[in-house]
């Protein structure tokens, strides 16, 4: 069982700044990839961007050059830094972690922001 806790969501401003962290524990025993999907009210969840192990990264076209993904494989953490928010970025944001042909969920965190 793995489990991932995300801290770091909340209210900001548009043209402001917010950085989430997600830290895996539990039977690690090599994540292979993780990352932050989101879903806005009526939306379906769509990545947000990932990383893998060799620190290659993936991100969402709407994200591109204001977020940026990093990872710290000692602590099983990973680390998503928000610039230049948008209130289109308003959404519950998800970590997620894919190990052994498994996908894993975190509970999610709210990054509201207003105009």
């Known amino acids: 069982q793995v489990q991932l806790v995300e801290s770091g969501g909340g209210l900001v401003q548009a043209g402001g700044s917010l950085r989430l962290s997600c830290a895996a524990s539990?039977?690690?025993?090599?994540?292979?990839?993780m990352g932050w999907y989101r879903q806005a009210p009526g939306k379906q969840r769509d990545l947000v961007a990932y990383?893998?192990?060799?620190?290659?990264?993936k991100y969402g076209d709407s994200v591109k050059g204001r977020f940026t993904i990093s990872r710290d494989n000692a602590k099983n953490t990973v680390y998503l830094q928000m610039n230049s928010l948008r209130p289109e970025d308003t959404a519950v944001y998800y970590c997620w972690a894919h190990m052994s042909g498994n996908s894993y969920w975190g509970q999610g965190t709210q990054v509201t922001v207003s105009s």
């Open positions: 990383i893998n192990s060799g620190g290659g990264t």
């Open positions: 539990g039977s690690i025993s090599s994540i292979h990839v």
